[in-house]
């Protein structure tokens, strides 16, 4: 896949997705928000991939927040478009993703920029990350879910001081505060992550993509979550993957899942 500001390389069934436009920060405009939701969308059924890591080019930033001069002068319909189109395009969208998504946050995560991070199901993060979400010191509040998933991942009281105060906190605050799972040196950052991404791929991708759903529903509003494992988990049994894993187990080898 070729396109204008992202980088797409698959290897041995992980796929980097580097955000590419190191001159602006990385920060997202329309036009990459657009590209982001094609390579996620192409990716959903491609064979070659089983986890995607989402990363920034250059060594300063993922994403240092969204492109302000695009949006500086909407109106509130239009404000309350760009928010809705981009929650259900890109930030939703992975969020709800049917395979792994890891962001590996290699320095400035602020604004979208973290809220696309928080968007994937977990994080790695360089130690030179600064995070936060600075919208209040421009008069507007978080738009791409960050109002709701900061406080799902630190704390209501933690992701208030951070919205009001619009403050940055450095990766091992993150760590602390469990808004990232790991810490590395920029130059260990992919590897790490990609260590991660092997692990996950020695279990069942077919069980992965059921329990991000079962998880998800969690925090969605009028879902029981229980009720949802439930039938998930029953649905399991009905798979080539939990035969092939018990017998595994029972025979005392190592799983060959069909679905790798």
């Known amino acids: ?22 001159k602006k920060l990385n920060a997202l405009n329309r036009e ?25 080019s250059g060594e300063k930033a993922f994403v240092a927040g969204a492109d302000i001069s695009e949006f500086a002068d909407y109106s509130v ?7 809705a189109k981009g929650q259900e395009e890109v930030f939703d969208f992975i969020a709800n993703y049917n395979k792994p998504v890891i962001a590996a946050v ?17 994080r790695t993060a360089s130690e030179n990350a600064k995070l936060g979400l600075p919208e209040t010191s421009l008069g507007v ?18 992701a208030m001081e951070m919205i009001m105060t619009a403050k940055m906190i450095n990766a091992n605050q993150a760590l602390t505060y ?11 950052l992919l590897s790490f992550t990609q260590k991660i991404a092997e692990k996950i791929m020695n279990n069942s991708m077919v069980a992965i993509s059921t329990a991000i759903e079962a998880i998800n529903a969690n925090y969605q509003d009028g879902v029981n979550g229980f009720n949802k494992e439930i039938d998930a988990f029953g649905k399991s049994f009905g798979t080539e993957d939990f035969k092939e894993g018990t017998s ?6 190592k799983a060959a899942f069909p679905n790798k």
């Open 178 to 188: 469990g808004l990232v799972n790991h810490v590395t040196t920029p130059e260990e």
């Open 141 to 158: 509040i978080p738009g791409y879910g960050g109002t709701q998933r900061l406080p799902q991942l630190i704390g209501k009281g933690r």
């Open 77 to 83: 319909e239009e404000g309350k478009n760009l928010a």
């Open 106 to 122: 290699n320095g400035f995560a602020l604004g979208g920029g973290l809220e696309l991070a928080m968007a994937a199901h977990f």
């Open 1 to 22: 896949m070729k396109f204008e500001n992202l980088l797409v390389e698959t290897q041995n069934y992980i796929t980097q997705i580097t955000i590419n436009r190191p």
């Open 32 to 56: 990459t928000l657009h590209e982001i939701h094609q390579a996620f969308t192409a990716l959903k059924t491609d064979q070659n991939t089983k986890v995607i890591i989402l990363t920034g």
């Open 248 to 253: 595994a187990f029972l025979e005392k080898r």
